[in-house]
């Protein structure tokens, strides 16, 4: 198995676990980085004031706390600005739609040292690169803890690209002063990406959360390119980085792991779009607001949210037929509160709206929700009551068609569920209604990380080896963060190993969504069929 390319040796990299490949890119960016210290982080002072508006954004901690506002622009600092910038080399790189994948894509991507002068070059052939749009740098800093780890500066930058054409294959490379992508040496770095077709055709789309870093993660991530997906859906659990996941500063946190996470996952959305959301592992308590400032540094998401300043993984898109929705769990979790409440209420309000603009949308044939808890699952973490009690109520009202989660790191799919209970049984290979059966729910949490179990008694059941049980002994958590004993029918899909989603939409006369869940070698372990009217 080839190992991603993390910057380090090959004949070393294959005598040495993750945990060391991790301790050795992060000894080697560290020495490239100006480090800043604590109190100054805490402080929120700048690295430096060469200039204003070079489009360097730098963001943190406010004075004395870890979750106000704080935002500001400012140029690289003295140390930084003497590296050269043709040794500062970009890394990292990940897409994401704009606002209409028709017309709009953003492209980020990571740099180890601040750079000046960031731009992408875009061209319809990999030779002929003449357009040139500036970019945006985001300062990322993390305060250091005495004797656990440094200070640490991170760099992310990301350009805008508004006004393409629908159905178009574009070419790009990214550089700054000093590094030209379209420069004899550096043309290996080229990628590309498709923006969505002006009308509806057979696509296909995967999903998983809880990745991390880590090779089953690498294989995950050949087998979602193997599909080659117009968009990938990543529900939460992104990085690792935040090792507790309960959104606290006393969370174990190092901030190196994204540089490793971003590196392996480049080989995959640099030309595929990596749709985020926000998983309970992903809230940084270290930034503001709410533990979300790493993901707006990081991450340039679809600004079609109630609030993407504050709630950047909510969001919505429709590609083709399909129209799909982002959500925050970390709202109306009942299990992990850190944030419950944050938006009072308005995430929940825009979803209500947004959900009926989809369904009355001609051209949107079927909805798809994704986040990060559960609201059906009998694996470690449950179900989450808080999801239920907010959401499902809309959900069943607009009819959603598939309804994807993470944060149990299995793979687990329910019957078509309605008003709590079985509205149809869905076997393996079988078919369902929404408007008629109620909603399919599928945990896709086997992205890459530490896998879990089921409820004793509860064997595996999946294509292959179908192990049918009437019931199974499982709970969901309650506002008062109880684990509340149920027996439960639904749980129709059971496997305990890496996996990800892969969902054909098809359009025309015999509109479907065909389903499928792959194993970390590409084998299918679950298909069914979502068909309205049928």
């Not at 040794?87 to 994948?101: E, I, Q, T």
């Not at 993470?406 to 309605?418: F, L, P």
């Amino acid at each position: 198995m080839d190992l991603p390319d993390v910057g380090i040796p090959p004949r070393l990299a294959r005598r040495m676990s993750m945990a060391e490949q991790y301790e050795y890119l992060r000894a080697k960016l560290t020495r490239r980085r100006a480090l800043v210290s604590a109190d100054a982080v805490a402080g929120g002072l700048l690295t430096g004031c060469s200039g204003a508006g070079t489009g360097t954004t730098t963001a943190g901690p406010s004075a004395g706390s870890s979750t106000g506002p704080s935002a500001t622009t400012a140029g690289p600092s003295a140390v930084t600005s003497r590296v050269p910038g043709s040794a500062v080399v970009p890394f990292g790189r990940h897409l994401a739609f704009g606002a209409d994948p028709r017309t709009g894509m953003r492209v980020s991507w990571q740099v180890p040292a601040a750079v000046r002068g960031p731009y992408l070059r875009l061209g319809a052939r990999p030779d002929d690169l003449g357009r040139r749009i500036g970019a945006e740098m985001r300062a990322l800093r993390t305060p250091g803890v005495a004797g656990v780890r440094p200070a640490v500066e991170q760099y992310y930058v990301h350009a805008a690209l508004d006004g393409l054409l629908p159905g178009t294959t574009y070419y790009y490379g990214v550089g700054h002063d000093g590094f030209d992508p379209a420069a004899a040496g550096h043309r290996a770095t080229i990628a590309s990406f498709r923006t969505a077709p002006a009308n509806p055709e057979t696509f296909v789309f995967t999903a998983f959360g809880d990745q991390g870093v880590s090779r089953a993660a690498t294989a995950t991530d050949r087998v979602l390119l193997a599909r080659e997906p117009a968009f990938h859906l990543h529900a939460g659990d992104i990085c690792y980085a935040d090792a507790n996941g309960q959104g606290k500063t006393s969370d174990g946190y190092d901030p190196g792991y994204w540089d490793l996470f971003l590196r392996q996952t480049e080989p995959v959305a640099r030309s595929v779009p990596w749709m985020v959301t926000t998983g309970n592992h992903d809230m940084e308590a270290w930034y503001s607001p709410d533990g979300y400032g790493g993901q707006l540094a990081r991450f340039s998401l679809p600004d079609t949210g109630f609030d993407p300043r504050t709630a950047p993984g909510v969001y919505s898109f429709v590609y083709g037929n399909v129209g799909v929705v982002a959500l925050d769990a970390n709202d109306v979790s009942y299990e992990i509160p850190a944030n419950r409440g944050y938006t009072d209420g308005r995430q929940t309000a825009w979803l209500d709206r947004r959900l009926g603009e989809l369904r009355a949308a001609p051209d949107v044939e079927f909805v798809v929700v994704f986040f990060h808890h559960c609201a059906y699952s009998t694996s470690a973490h449950a179900s989450d009551g808080g999801v239920r009690a907010e959401w499902l109520p809309l959900f069943a009202r607009h009819q959603v068609d598939l309804v994807i989660n993470g944060h149990n790191h299995v793979y687990e799919r329910t019957d078509a569920v309605k008003n709590g209970a079985v509205g149809r049984p869905v076997p393996v290979g079988g078919s369902t209604d929404p408007t008629r059966d109620g909603i399919v729910y599928v945990t896709a949490g086997g992205g890459g990380k530490d896998l879990y179990g089921f409820p004793a008694g509860a064997d595996e059941s999946y294509e292959g080896r179908v192990a049918d049980r009437e019931s199974v002994d499982t709970f969901h958590w309650t506002a008062s963060r109880q684990q509340h004993a149920e027996t439960v029918a639904w749980s129709r899909v059971r496997y305990r190993g890496f996996s990800l989603l892969s969902v054909e939409a098809a359009g025309g006369a015999s509109p479907r969504l065909t389903v499928s869940a792959l194993d970390e070698n590409g084998r299918r372990i679950d298909h069914f069929e979502v068909r309205r009217g049928a």
